[in-house]
């Protein structure tokens, strides 16, 4: 039987499943997302592969989890971007630049290779509610600046942040896009 290396049975399993996540995600950094399987985490973690069936039913569930690993991190960097923020604009402006710089610097190359998986129908709801967790910080900011569909604005700061996003991946400057952003959406917001 495997030595535990935490102190109860509980910490050892979250454990050993961030060190299977952590296993696909450089996997999937290094070869892409074809090349996860079950096999190669196995290898990677040091582990046998029943060892990866008793956290993960299959690969596409490990991709899944992984997904949502990626996104609750992403949450994570955007919700302590506007922690210090005492009023909607700089909210929104926080928020922003949070995500395009997460862009900018390419964090985001592991949510973008995982994009083009296709993920079980079981974890389905989990990713939902995560990409929601993306855009919580902006619904009380949205509220205050006196926007009335909520679901319209955050759809339009996804659009504009979507929009910007690949005006970085194709080399534009990315402070200069930061910028222009955060004027459009906090200009557009007001309008609505």
Known sequence: MPRIKTQTLAQHRDWRRNQLIEAAASIAMESG??????AAVAARAGLSRTSVYEYFESRS???????????EGFAGVLNS??????DAQCVISCWMTAALSYIADGRHLLAKTLNATSLPQSRG?????AHRKLMSALVKAVNEIGVTDVDRALAFIQAITDASTKRIESGNDAQTEISSAIAFCIYGLKVI
């Open 33 to 38: 997302t074809e090349a996860i399987s079950v």
């Open 61 to 71: 569930e490990l991709v899944a989890d992984l997904v949502i690993d990626e996104l």
């Open 81 to 86: 971007a506007v922690e210090e923020c005492t």
């Open 125 to 129: 709801h989990l990713i939902a509610m």
